[in-house]
């Protein structure tokens, strides 16, 4: 896990119109021939021309060291789109330690009129410098950018991919070592494969000889201009590459790419995965038990975008943040009119003692910059809000509301999504690597490829029944009549929370009831939520006291450890007769024995009531692992959601 402290920006001068650190006293790239010579060294030096243009995989990926201005980016971006098939995907990868403001980024990309509309989406889209995973879509998702704003070892460490070209840029090695050394050599070897390319504008022994050493074949070749010679080589062996400590959470490379791939349960999570398939050129069968998308934990008239962030850095904080963008950035891809979320911000008030603290010690380790999070005093707070509230708190900029309902339709209007509703699945059996599906009028639906997204029913299948989630019931209010009090600007949250009005209705909730699981509405719960507005909003609650309230009560799927499931199913037999040797002590090495996994089967649940930021990112985490393709999350957040965790908590429990 990555270090909890925020990025150092980039301290960028301009000699020339020509960018250059003044950390490492060397430039980004040379205002004349930059574009040329990143064409010469990357494009040409990998070969991507004619790659692209004879590509006959789906997905393309290359791996930079070294983002800098986005400038080789941008270059390869645009290749692609010249030369590669319409329906495959490049996926770039980058990381960059000392990441460039804005500001500097667009004066920097100004100087390249021809990547001018590559500028745009990029300066756009540009993630806020948290450290982390940003992964950004262009094009339409026929480009999409793993930004990893952390140091480049670190976080080639942290990623799962298989890489095909690699792009080695950073600044040059006598100047910046520490970019150009054997544990990133590693971690590249245990990224790449026998097709994997690289270049590099630097022909240093020292580098030749580290790459040499974990597998790479080098050549030396003309440099740019006046530059004699650069690298040019391709990946020969496997021998030195970094182990995989932990093959438990290992997401296999799949064998085939399924030719439809069925969901189960069109909540968030099922309507989430099937537009991130879909969005990648796979039909999609999603199966409901219900008449409509929606009717369960993800049918609430609005919902909060709303990050639970942590006081020191774990892998939900860094889940719920990168979630939090993600959906940010593809709601406002998705709906830019806004008709169906607004980002209209979001504050986390602190109505008791112990969550002032809990904030304070959050501001103080200063993990998270201002445009993440800030502090408010009350009569801040109240300004934001429009209302009077007596309580200080933290206000979130990202953050937001969506119709939650409105989004799953949306997701799946997508041409290559069908939904077939009333259909319910009781039996999952598979026999030949196809998996039956069974309703319990005997319909058979077969597929060599499911994700179970129904949420705490899916304990219900035998396969997945081993698994600890439970159903939270909780209840939400929304008022019937117009309330007559200026609308709120922002979402607040307190002991429960509120949304600006949608429509001229407010939604208020939620409560939070682990023992009664009946789905009636109760006049007891519209009290309860009435009390707890009235604690952070009082003038706007004693409005709504007198209008009539309607309401809908519902089931959280909540786990052991408040993180989803997301991931490959576990065989849990297997496991337990595989692993159930595991010594803490690591002095047995399991990397021999794979974990084995029910194949063609995957999990997407237990997103609690986060799932408006959860959800959606970890659609695309099932996509990658559906499709091989490069995950948008770091290794460690995707073993912290595995849902092997459960099974190898278990037996280190019993080994100790
Ligand atoms: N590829 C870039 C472009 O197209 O504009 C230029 C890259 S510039 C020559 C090298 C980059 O490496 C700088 O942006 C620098 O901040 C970054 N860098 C230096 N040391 C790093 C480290 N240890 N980890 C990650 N990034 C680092």
Redesign the pocket.
């Known amino acids: 896990m990555q270090k909890s402290s925020s990025l150092d920006s980039?301290s960028v001068v301009w000699r020339d119109d020509t960018p250059v650190?003044t950390?490492?006293d060397?430039?980004?790239?040379n205002v004349n021939e930059g574009l040329a010579e990143?064409e010469h060294v990357f494009l040409n030096g990998n070969d991507l021309n004619d790659r692209f243009a004879s590509l006959t995989t789906p997905h393309f990926t290359i791996a930079?060291?070294?983002?800098?201005?986005?400038?080789?980016?941008l270059a390869a971006r645009r290749l692609w789109l010249q030369q590669a098939p319409e329906e495959a995907r490049l996926h770039f990868i980058?990381?960059?330690?000392?990441?460039?403001q804005k500001a500097d980024l667009q004066k920097?990309l100004a100087s390249w009129p021809e990547l001018n509309d590559g500028a745009v989406q990029l300066t756009e889209s540009y993630p806020s410098l948290t450290p982390g995973f940003h992964r950004l879509s262009f094009d339409g998702g026929r480009v999409q950018l793993t930004l990893m704003l952390?140091?480049?070892?670190e976080?080639y460490q942290q990623l799962s991919a298989q890489v095909d070209a690699w792009?080695l840029?950073?600044?040059a090695p006598s100047k910046?070592p520490?970019?150009w050394n054997d544990k990133l050599f590693q971690q590249m070897a245990r990224l790449s494969h026998t097709g994997t390319t690289l270049s590099t504008f630097t022909a240093a022994g020292f580098v030749r000889r580290g790459l040499q050493q974990v597998g790479f074949s080098i050549s030396k070749v003309p440099g740019f201009g006046r530059k004699r010679e650069m690298v040019t080589a391709h990946f020969a062996e496997n021998s030195a590459s970094a182990p995989n400590p932990a093959p438990w959470f290992a997401h296999a490379r799949p064998q085939h790419t399924p030719a439809e791939v069925v969901i189960i349960g069109a909540g968030l999570a099922g309507c989430s995965t099937a537009y991130a398939l879909a969005q990648k050129g796979i039909k999609v069968h999603i199966v409901e038990q219900h008449a409509e998308v929606a009717l369960e934990g993800s049918g609430n008239r609005q919902g909060a975008l709303y990050a639970k962030l942590p006081v020191s850095h774990n892998a939900q904080g860094q889940l719920h943040l990168s979630g939090l963008h993600y959906s940010n950035r593809m709601l406002n891809r998705l709906d830019p009119q806004r008709t169906l979320w607004s980002d209209c911000g979001l504050l986390q008030l602190a109505t008791n003692e112990k969550e002032a603290n809990r904030q304070q010690r959050m501001l103080d380790k200063t993990i998270f910059g201002a445009d993440i999070l800030h502090s408010v005093d009350a009569q801040q707070a109240s300004d934001l809000i429009g209302s009077p509230t007596p309580y200080s708190g933290v206000f979130m900029p990202d953050g937001g509301w969506v119709d939650p309902r409105a989004l799953c339709r949306r997701f799946i209007s997508h041409p290559l999504i069908r939904v077939s509703t009333n259909t319910r699945i009781n039996a999952l059996k598979q026999q030949d690597n196809v998996w039956h599906l069974h309703t319990p009028d005997g319909q058979v639906i077969t597929t060599r490829c499911v994700v179970v997204c129904n949420a705490a029913q899916a304990k219900q299948i035998p396969q997945c029944s081993h698994l600890p989630v439970k159903p939270i019931r909780g209840q939400t209010s929304v008022t019937q009549n117009t309330v007559k009090a200026p609308a709120i600007n922002t979402v607040v949250c307190g002991d429960g929370y509120i949304s600006p009005p949608l429509d001229e209705q407010y939604c208020f909730g939620a409560t939070f009831d682990l023992h009664n699981l009946n789905l009636d509405v109760r006049q007891v719960d519209h009290h309860d939520n009435l009390s707890k507005l009235s604690a952070v909003l009082p003038a706007l609650a004693k409005t709504i006291a007198d209008t009539p309230l309607e309401g809908r009560a519902a089931y959280r799927c909540s786990t052991g450890d408040y993180l989803p499931i997301v991931g490959p199913a576990p065989d849990y037999d297997a496991f337990v007769s595989d692993y159930a040797k595991l010594r803490v002590d690591r002095k047995w090495n399991f990397s021999d024995t794979p974990a084995r996994m029910h194949s063609g089967l995957y999990l997407n649940i237990g997103h609690g009531s986060k799932g408006l930021i959860t959800g959606p990112i970890c659609g695309e985490v099932i996509a990658a692992s559906i499709l091989g393709e490069p995950f948008p999350l770091e290794k460690s957040v995707l073993d912290a959601i595995n849902p092997a965790r459960f099974i190898i908590k278990q037996l280190i429990r019993k080994a100790i």
Do not use: C, H, R
Not at 150 to 153: N, R
């Open positions: 980039a650190s950390a490492f060397d430039m980004y790239f990143s930079e060291t070294g983002f800098g201005t986005g400038l080789n980016f980058s990381v960059e330690k000392f990441p460039l920097a952390m140091d480049a070892i976080a792009f840029d950073g600044f910046n520490d970019m």
